[in-house]
């Protein structure tokens, strides 16, 4: 069983870009064009909504397969349209695969041990299935929340042992009151730091061949300093690194989150680049019907910017 | 618009009863003359496994309704069978409503701002739906996870008041581990400690009528000391305890949830009901045919057991 951080890595210097693309579609943001040819068939119902994400979603990863790793749906989105929705996350993550992309669920699941075992079997493993089993949603990692301790985290990380799954769990989010419980001082340093210290403490020891585990964390782009201090204490662990772009942090602020080999982290973008058709500076050049040629144009220069940055600081691996 | 903790009060009452039960399926444990009618129909599908749950949680609901104000399905049990297990979650919210109880969704949902949004819109409230909006899961009440402060908190409060709906947040989680993170010292008391007074600072203005507010507390039955404590500090919000049955605790362990009044409680239990059929003492009195009224005897007398105790103590209201 392949460990998810070589997958991830392999991924990585085969495109080599650490940008992963956020697939958060929202109704009234995606092209007129997609949803009219939609409901002609299906009407203005749930079922069009779930045909519209996997319609524009497979436009996007068409756009940007070869110039990301990895890709990262964030379940808000779709589970709002209820059991529609979730079909087009299922369709969206098999897309994605089948385009040689890895996927994060981003779902940041909870719970006590048998709950977190349910949302650990269904995201990452196997789920009872009469005499025998099946695959779940068969991501290839999912964000999760430690506020209840390791017994709510053992469960995704067997399943990252017995299916080489990762986990990035929640440690220092990327909005503006993400300090009013992280940051709170306790005995042993911030709470953020001490959920820095838990992710480490529970590394799993089957790590990958390059040296990283597959228990990684959130590191939020917008709170730079911190994530220079994390990268000391989880030396082993991949940073999923959201707050790029439309939240603020631009290729500067996302350094620290690497180490000095130049591999660790991922940087999310979501807005900005599936929706780069309306957005500075891509409205200008593309319209709604090229939003492909947008996204595409967008992830190409926020590959760019990174690599280039990384590159300023000795850390750019090629 | 109603305020949900009037809402719940007045099922209490009518009910006489502070039973939750919670609605986790699992297939391996549902009686087998429910799964050999739906696979004769279906074949041993995903689509199977959505209408056996139906199937199962209707009979459930139909054993306890009178006997209980309010039900907790908890969403990972549903959830791992992807979109068809999301359509037997919505379709029991629908039939647990239409037979007059209160649904609280058990996801502890969590993320940043504009996501937590989606997450309020699709549980509580209202989605985007081409040029109008349309409800989501229309849940009574959801569990959310505080860990990235106000602001992922906000929009499930907004909805709490822009459609009389509850939140319930995680401060003390009931599984052995729950200490890791929530009992670290910090400046202000332990974490769930300011985890509590953040809860009771987010209360919101527009209190019930009965003086609760819609902003309530996950409080584990495991922890009875810290529950008696954490009641001084949220007065005014409603706590949802888990861990009574099968967790171990017992009706002595939750008192110390409930207000002076007598209000102020949900307690959950969810195997020691919904599987009694096969646990002590029921199993020898009922056959796994007779699973409902194995539930129906089990609600009672956890009803009777927490009436009792509570009467006991002197907080009986009635």
Request: charged residues 25%; hydrophobic residues 35%; proline residues 3%.
């Amino acid at each position: 069983m392949s460990n998810f951080t070589d997958k991830l890595k392999a991924a990585i210097d085969e495109k080599e870009s650490f940008v992963c693309v956020g697939l958060d579609p929202r109704l009234n943001r995606i092209p007129d064009h997609i949803k009219e040819e939609v409901v002609k068939e299906y009407g203005k119902t749930k079922e069009a909504v779930a045909e519209i994400f996997i319609k524009f979603n497979k436009g996007i990863i068409d756009a940007v397969h070869q110039h990301v790793p990895i890709v990262k749906p964030q379940i808000a989105f779709y589970e709002q349209y209820g059991h529609q929705g979730i079909r087009a996350y299922e369709e969206t993550i098999k897309y994605a695969q089948k385009k040689g992309l890895l996927v994060i669920a981003d779902a940041k699941r909870n719970d006590i041990g048998s709950t977190a075992q349910a949302y650990a079997d269904g995201y990452l493993g196997e789920v009872d299935f009469w005499e025998e089993s099946e695959f779940g949603f068969g991501a290839d990692a999912l964000t999760v929340n430690g506020y209840l301790g390791i017994d709510g985290i053992q469960p995704f990380i067997d399943s990252c042992e017995d299916y080489g799954k990762g986990i990035f769990i929640l440690v220092r989010t990327s909005n503006p009151s993400a300090g009013d419980l992280q940051d709170l001082e306790t005995d042993n340093g911030k709470v953020y730091e001490t959920m820095a210290e838990l992710v480490n403490d529970w590394r799993i020891e089957s790590k990958g061949k390059n040296g990283y585990s597959a228990v990684g964390a959130v590191v939020g782009a917008t709170y730079p300093q911190e994530a220079e201090e994390l990268r000391e204490v989880m030396k082993e662990s991949y940073f999923l690194v959201p707050g790029y772009g439309a939240q603020g942090a631009g290729a500067k602020e996302v350094i620290p989150a690497f180490n000095e080999d130049g591999y660790g982290a991922v940087v999310n973008s979501a807005r900005g680049i599936i929706f780069a058709y309306e957005r500075k500076p891509w409205q200008e050049q593309f319209s709604a019907e090229e939003y492909q040629e947008a996204s595409q144009a967008a992830v190409k220069a926020m590959r760019n910017d990174i690599n280039e940055t990384l590159d300023e600081y000795g850390k750019l691996p090629w």
